[in-house]
């Protein structure tokens, strides 16, 4: 059985995330131009070192959002049935 351990975003990463984003969700581009101006402006990927291709890019967009819907968000605390016993 194979354990993988699951990395913290580091900072390069969470660049890119925040420049995918404003690439999509401001100027409105699709994975295909993102990926080719980033190609352009020198960006690879951190573990293979290789060209972020369309996917790449939808894969860290993607992941990134859920990574920010989970640490947005809020609990209510909230305690019921409690009891204490005197002995």
Known sequence: KEYRRQRQMCIRDSKLYRL???LKENRGLGYRRISHIL???????????????PNFIYSIYKKGKIR??????VFVP????????VL
């Open 68 to 73: 920010e819907e989970r640490y947005g968000r």
């Open 39 to 53: 190609t352009h402006k020198g960006y690879r990927s951190s573990r293979t070192n290789s060209i972020l291709k």
């Open 20 to 22: 995918i984003k404003f």
């Open 78 to 85: 909230k305690i019921e049935n409690t009891f204490c016993y």
